[in-house]
């Protein structure tokens, strides 16, 4: 969830072509990790979402809140916008869904089809969480297209929440993967592999792998795949490829900082994710993991262009927009014995965004 400037965004003025990052990347996509809801529950609305995507050649998007409020603190004299702008804590709100909802709601049907709202708001260590996800599909049964993003081990943001810390092995979360399982509906979970303190092994990747095991038929997508903030292991490429080829049910999603850390560094792609995204192209899409801030579509996205000119054509398609369609796609109206709603193949969705 960037709130930062990364090396990639920055252009020089004086050379021509320097404002083509704000166009997007030269594929169209769809941006599988997208916060349309900040940290003090503020969202720019749906209009300026659909015609940012438009502007950064973005086709559809898989969008949800944060289930976090930022505390606004009596001894801060000015607001904060993001979890680490002070050292003030954070809290569980719950109306998040309602304000995804609603957004959503707001836009034509059209404009509609083109999102893939997903379900946050609980707390995942409260045993009473799965009520909220069904209350959610009771009021809005039309709109959701899954669940997530669920923050679990997020470092700082973990530290400054109240509450005990949440993890993807609680159990007050596993009545949540049964009811996706039951429902065929996708979980993005963000679970850190490890904690800033302990960089030399993963210390939380078994929470992860103990619900791979116990829940062979939900299907869970790895939020940048288990990186945050000053959060790495050694051999990362060969974890993310071991949970890939022995978990059949896990899809990962590039965004935020694992690229720039890991995948292409330097603007370098490395020559072992190449092969993983090869490899495993059916299971990886993209993300912008932006929190609103949607006129940085452009630059977060054309930033992937430099490693998708290296794959072959339908790795890079999986990538770009497939793996997102096949995960997200096709599950609005799957609730209360509803027939889904047609959704616009992505030729009809690319044709609209061209005019």
């Keep these: 969830m960037p709130n930062e400037l990364i090396p990639t965004w920055s252009r020089d003025p004086r050379e021509p072509g320097s404002l083509t990052p704000l166009r997007g990347s030269k594929y169209p996509m769809i941006d599988a990790h997208l916060h349309v ?133 609680h159990s007050a979360l596993w009545p949540i993967y049964q009811f996706a399982a039951d429902h065929d509906l996708p979980v993005l979970l963000h679970q850190n592999v490890t904690s800033v303190a302990k960089s030399d092994y993963a210390t939380y990747l078994w929470e992860l792998e103990e619900v791979l095991h116990e829940f062979p038929r939900t299907r869970f997508v790895f939020a940048h795949c288990g990186m945050s903030r000053r959060v790495n292991v050694p051999f990362y490429y060969q974890m993310v490829q071991r949970l890939l080829d022995q978990y059949p049910n896990l899809c990962v999603d590039f965004s935020w900082i694992v690229f720039d850390v890991a995948i292409c560094p330097d603007r370098r792609p490395s020559p072992e994710w190449l092969d993983l995204a090869e490899r495993h192209s059916e299971r990886i899409c993209l993300g912008s993991d932006l929190v609103t801030r949607f006129e940085r579509l452009g630059p977060e996205l054309q930033r992937y262009d430099v490693f998708l000119d290296r794959l072959s054509e339908a790795a890079r398609a999986n990538l770009c927009w497939r793996t997102a369609e096949r995960v997200y796609g096709g599950n609005k109206g799957k609730m209360k014995g509803r027939e889904p709603r047609r959704v616009p193949s992505w030729s009809e969705v690319v044709q609209g965004v061209r005019g």
């Design 37 to 169: 809801v900040n940290f003090v529950q503020d969202t720019p609305g749906g209009e300026a979402l659909i015609r940012s995507m438009d502007q950064a050649n973005v086709g559809k998007a898989v969008v949800f809140g944060l289930p976090v409020a930022k505390l606004w603190a009596e001894w801060e004299r000015e607001q904060p916008d993001y979890y680490l702008a002070d050292d003030a804590r954070c809290y569980y709100y719950s109306c998040a869904d309602v304000t995804v909802a609603e957004l959503v709601r707001s836009l034509t049907l059209a404009q509609q089809e083109r999102l893939y709202p997903l379900i946050c708001g609980f707390n995942p260590v409260d045993r009473f969480a799965l009520r909220h996800v069904e209350r959610m599909y009771n009021l809005y049964p039309e709109v959701w297209s899954g669940i997530g993003e669920v923050l679990l081990r997020h470092d700082d943001l973990t530290a400054l929440t109240y509450g005990e810390p949440p993890r993807a092995n």
